[in-house]
């Protein structure tokens, strides 16, 4: 028991008189109402009550000489989980003056329950019990409640201050006596004892080194295990924009609600807590992290502004995911495995390339285990010692940085091929890339045979040819024109420019404007500049040579040299120009048939057989055979069109195709044509209409040719017109002249390409030889009329022939070679 105290057998007897004297009160009372001696029992109820008034009298002096207080509860406060969970409101007994003093103490204010905030404030200050083990009042009032059991405390406060805390129970109430023992009532030995430990205690208290944080340059607080801030640093006023600390004790600024919240919890657990918030310090919206941790009486905390840090994690974020949607459009398959060789990103193309199990792949397999699931797929190349071929794979995770690894071609097992880059990844691990090269390493091949085949058919020409590309570099020559210029092999090899050509060939003609205008028409894409030119030159040694330059549709341009020496030197000059003009058109007819010969016959016979075969004269087929060779039918007839075209754009240029006019019907021509390609149209998907005029719709021209062009702006219209589309075939005629129209709702031609659909090798999006149009134009001239085209992306075609209602039919005009030929000794120009 403190000294000065009370003792607890005189309180409970106090007590228990008390509730006598009241009784005995009530029951004379009430005895005195029943029976005849009402006038004694009053007497005895006065005497009564004066020695009660007496009793109180002196259990008030009592307890307010009492230098502390007294709490008894008659609810037992309840526990959660063995902790406790509130103090309850326990009847306090003793002077005003104690209890206002012990709620300094607290570092509580006054409130509807003074005894709980008391409790609280000092429920969490260290205390050492009477045995020496140090622990806190809530630890041991929550003992007292599960098993009975009595303590005695010292409870270490600020500034070296002490309370002695006593409890017990008494029956069914729990009973606690608080009282300051900071130095009172000790002898000096102890006392200085008591001071020697606060001060220990003190130094190993956590607000200590708070108190070093006063210069800290980020936000520092503590709190009492109310909530109340009870200390605060420099840094903490400015991030309020408080004048001083004490500025922000007096109006308990709050950094951010949350600090309350988090201190409570701090105390509570006994562990440090932290959370991230946005807070708006000295004006400016920062990203703070703040941090409690439990002391003795409370909580302390502190901020740290991680704006950058967070910003730069918000900006890495975006980062990696734009690169992962940067990724995600590569045509190349991706994958990025980390130091641990496991998968952490493939794009979508790895998907759509290697077609495994989506599931597998989001576990995030391992390199290894994404080898294995490859090879039972079959989509990595066969190996003879597949475990060692992956150990040697692995094993990439273990070079040196610096290590520069080649790239692989992987021939997979269903005929493609594979190129594999593989690269470091800065993080630790590696990043994969997969391209599937088969298409380009098929059309490789392809364009190397189409090379070879065409220096051999250019070395078999007497004339020299020189294909320059774009760029001005030589990339095709024959051997004609290393032996008609003097060159070696060697001096041509490398691509060498159009300007390095020209120097080497000035020996023998010295004339910078000829081959500087050659340069132009080589590297100028414009249409005035690349049009068909022809020219003459005199060499020094004195040979004549006819030259011509013709644009390509790849864009590069081939320009041939033809030695004429001898044909100058001829007295008779007409007649050998005849006799070259019969022989020409000898040569040029002779062609036409070769040709028309050499191709139709094979095609002939490979349409004869495939109808025969699909007729079951070779046995009944399945459906797939029949789809075979319906491919095989449709791939004949498109060829055979394109021979068609070509031939007759060969024999227009020979000078061979002439019209035969007679009177052409032209509603019966729409019919024929939209009958002709109706299959086809069905099959695409595309409707077929035909409009003509109700009366007389003949014309006179060459109907054979007029069908020709007819089938070809329909077939042109069903190629680029998409299924549900619509294509109309619309004849007319009238005073004026006649009209074949063909609109389609198809995808339309954009402006750039508009001017040239009527070129010869113009191809469009979809392929094709790129005739079909130039012929229909042609033809049309050769009746005398003109084309007209109206188109829009997206929106359709229109391609209207303007006939007239007679042909102007003229046979070809001959070749006009007066401007290359001249009289024997008269030197052409130098500049053509």
């Known amino acids: ?85 509130g103090w309850g409101t326990p009847r306090i007994f003793g002077s005003p003056t104690a209890l206002a003093s012990l709620l300094k103490f607290a570092e509580a204010s006054d409130g509807p329950n003074p005894a709980g905030l008391l409790l609280e404030g000092i429920a969490d200050y260290e205390a050492r019990s009477a045995a020496g083990d140090d622990t806190t009042l809530r630890r041991r009032f929550a003992e007292l409640i599960a098993d009975g059991r009595p303590f005695s405390l010292t409870i270490i406060g600020p500034e070296g201050r002490f309370l002695e805390a006593d409890a017990r129970a008494a029956g069914t109430q729990l009973v606690v006596w608080l009282s300051d023992a900071t130095i009172r009532g000790l002898d000096e030995s102890e ?25 800290a340059p980020y936000p520092s607080w503590r709190m009492n295990a109310t909530g109340r801030i009870v200390w605060a640093n420099a840094a903490y006023a400015r991030a309020v924009e408080a004048e001083t600390p004490a500025e922000v004790l007096e109006k308990q600024i709050a950094l951010e609600p949350a600090i ?70 590569l045509a190349e398959a991706v994958a990025v495995f980390d130091r641990g060789q496991k998968m952490v990103f493939r794009n979508t193309a790895f998907d759509n390339l290697f077609g495994l199990d989506r599931q597998m792949l989001d576990s995030r397999p391992g390199h290894g285990a994404m080898l294995d699931r490859l090879r039972e797929a079959r989509k990595i190349p ?83 040819v020189a294909v320059f590309g774009s760029d001005g570099r030589l990339r095709l020559h024959n051997s004609e024109f290393e032996r008609l210029w003097n060159l070696e092999a060697a001096e041509l090899d490398g691509q060498p420019e159009l300007e390095i050509v020209a120097a ?30 022809t020219g003459e030159m005199e060499r020094e040694d004195g040979k004549v040579l006819v030259w011509l330059s013709r644009p390509l549709p790849d864009g590069a341009t081939l320009i041939a040299w033809q030695d004429v020496t001898d044909s100058r030197r001829i007295e008779d000059a007409l007649r050998e120009r005849a006799e070259a003009l019969e022989a020409s058109e000898r040569i040029k007819g002779e062609f036409v048939e070769h040709v028309s010969y050499q191709l139709r016959t094979p095609l002939t016979t490979i349409t004869g057989y495939a109808d025969m075969i699909l007729q079951g004269i070779a046995g009944e087929l399945n459906e797939q055979q029949q789809n075979y060779l319906g491919y095989v039918r449709s791939a004949a007839d498109e060829l055979e069109k394109m021979v068609t075209d070509i031939l007759d754009v060969a024999a227009i240029d020979a000078g061979q195709l002439e019209l035969d006019p007679g009177d052409v019907d032209l509603k019966e021509l729409a019919s024929d044509a939209v009958e002709l390609l109706a299959s086809k149209a069905e099959h695409a998907g595309v409707r077929l209409a035909v409009n003509a005029p109700s009366g007389d719709a003949v014309i006179t021209g060459d109907a054979k040719r007029l069908r020709q062009i007819t089938v070809n702006l329909l077939s042109n219209a069903l190629n680029h017109t998409p299924r549900d589309g619509r294509i109309t075939l619309t004849v007319k005629r009238d005073e004026d002249g006649a009209s074949i129209t063909v609109a389609d709702t198809g995808e339309g031609i954009s402006p750039d390409r508009q001017a040239r659909v009527f070129e010869r090798f113009e191809r469009g999006q979809r392929g094709g030889a790129g005739l079909g149009l130039a012929l229909v134009k042609e033809i049309v001239e050769m009746h005398g009329g003109w084309v007209d085209l ?31 030929l001249r009289p024997a000794g008269q030197k052409a120009a130098a500049d053509g």
């Open 1 to 85: 028991m403190p000294e000065g105290g009370i003792n607890i057998t005189e309180i409970v007897s106090i007590s228990v008189t008390l509730a006598a004297v009241v009784f005995g009160l009530i029951a004379g009372l009430w005895a005195y109402r029943l029976t005849a001696g009402a006038r004694a029992a009053q007497a005895l109820w006065r005497k009564r009550s004066r020695e009660l008034e007496d009793k109180i009298a002196r259990a008030d002096g009592v307890f307010g000489s009492f230098p502390g207080l007294v709490l008894v509860w008659d609810d037992i406060p309840a526990l959660d989980d063995g902790k406790l969970s």
């Open 191 to 215: 006392a200085r004892g008591r001071v020697e430990d606060a001060r220990r205690q003190l130094e190993a208290d956590p607000i200590a080194i708070l108190d070093t944080l006063e210069r």
């Open 260 to 329: 309350k919240d988090l201190a409570m919890e701090a105390a509570k657990s006994g562990e440090a807590v932290s959370a991230l918030k946005p807070v708006v310090v000295e004006g400016s919206r920062r990203a703070l992290d703040l941090v409690s941790f439990p002391i003795s009486g409370g909580a302390a905390g502190f901020a740290l502004d991680v704006t950058d840090g967070e910003e730069a994690k918000t900006a890495l974020k975006r980062f990696r995911r734009a690169f992962d949607d940067t990724l995600n459009q």
């Open 382 to 464: 066969e190996q003879a010692d597949y475990a060692g071929w992956k150990k040697a794979e692995l094993a990439r995770y273990e070079d040196a940085p610096d290590t520069e690894i080649p790239d692989d071609l992987w021939n997979l097992p269903d005929g493609r091929t594979l190129r594999v880059a593989r690269q470091r990844n800065p993080l630790g691990g590696l990043l994969m890339v997969f391209e599937d090269k088969s298409d380009e390493l098929s059309l490789r091949a392809r364009y190397n045979t189409l090379i070879n085949v065409q220096r051999a058919t250019l070395d078999k020409l007497h004339e020299a």
């Open 504 to 533: 080497k060939c000035s020996a023998l003609f010295d004339n910078p404007g000829v081959w500087a205008d050659m340069k132009a028409r080589v590297a100028d894409p414009s249409p005035e500049a690349r049009r068909h030119v």
């Open 790 to 820: 109206a188109s829009a992306p997206e929106e359709g075609t229109t391609v209207v022939c303007h006939l007239p209602v007679i042909a102007k039919v003229a046979s070809a005009p001959e070749l006009d070679l007066t401007g290359l």
